[in-house]
């Protein structure tokens, strides 16, 4: 693939671990964008430092939020249990720790169902971002705040609106950015977007977002490829989840590895390359 391709940076789920010195890195590895997939945030500290450092990249970067971002610890946990009722009330903060969040990103957007751009050459490619604050599987989390924010109450709804994205997007080659991936890779734990903290596993990938993949290839768009996080790669219980997959010509990648930087400070992300026909995405190490 020659230099007039595409090449983005992915960067999977920081929970607090990134600084200047990745800035330092990915400014001079003349990335075109930096595509942060989310939970940005730790477990009990939220990431207004992270994306303090993150709005000092010059390289054009998005980060589309995840179930980490802009919720408190609380209301994490009944969202996680899936307690509707509760989860709303908790849930009254979330649009102002959003609001924090995005100033602190500064010209950094806070992505999530809006469309964007990446060109190189005489190449465009339209980068859609998905639902933000994803967390997988059939229940739709953070409701009050998706529904206020951006007008969207139920996966349906979610779907029709990502579609709606799809019709809009000004180029015919895509790229979805989302926190998690999309439904239909796979129902054991160790697949891409597999449950593995359920003794049942699963298929925990979100279902809005298979739905406008296959709507924007019914449309002729052409898919390069679906790039999220969330289910970290490092499984409960052991082993490790494949973290790419190509099905029908689209390339599927979970940038998820946590910690994101290692002990001996090692840092990852992953690379994708993309000439318009095809994609390609190689993890990135970087040594200390
Ligand atoms: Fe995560
Ligand atoms: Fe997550």
Not at 117 to 132: E, H, K, T, Y
Not at 166 to 175: F, N
Not at 247 to 275: C, K, M
Request: aromatic letters at 6%.
């Amino acid at each position: 693939m020659t230099r007039s391709a595409i090449r983005i940076a992915v960067v999977g789920d920081v929970h607090l671990r990134w600084d200047d010195r990745d800035v330092e890195l990915l400014d001079a590895a003349d990335y075109d964008l930096v595509a942060f997939v989310g939970d940005l945030a730790g477990y009990r500290r939220d990431a207004l430092g992270v994306a303090a450092s993150i709005a000092r990249l010059r390289t054009a970067a998005l980060v589309i939020p995840g179930n980490h971002d802009g919720a408190s610890l609380p209301h994490l946990a009944v969202e996680t249990l899936e307690r509707r009722g509760l989860a709303r009330l908790m849930g009254r903060g979330q649009p102002r720790r959003c609001r924090d969040l995005e100033a602190m990103l500064g010209p950094v957007p806070l992505a999530g169902y809006s469309l964007h751009a990446v060109a190189r050459a005489d190449l465009a490619v339209s980068v859609i971002a998905g639902r933000p604050h994803s967390q997988g599987g059939d229940f739709f989390a953070f409701s009050r705040h998706l529904e206020r924010r951006y007008g969207v109450g139920s996966l349906e709804q979610s779907a029709e609106r990502l579609c709606r994205l799809v019709d809009e997007a000004p180029h015919p080659r895509l790229i979805f950015v989302a926190h998690n991936g999309p439904s239909g890779l796979g129902a054991r734990r160790h697949d891409i977007w597999g449950c593995d903290f359920r003794r049942a596993e699963g298929d925990f990938g979100d279902r809005d977002l298979r739905t406008a993949i296959e709507h924007a290839r019914a449309r002729g768009k052409r898919v390069l490829a679906v790039v999220a996080g969330h289910m970290h790669h490092r499984l409960k219980g052991g082993g490790e989840r494949r973290w790419m997959v190509e099905r029908d010509g689209v390339l599927y990648v979970n940038a998820a590895r946590v910690p994101r930087i290692e002990r001996d400070g090692s840092r990852f992300h992953v690379r994708l390359d993309t000439d318009g026909e095809t994609a390609r995405a190689e993890l990135v190490r970087v040594l200390p």
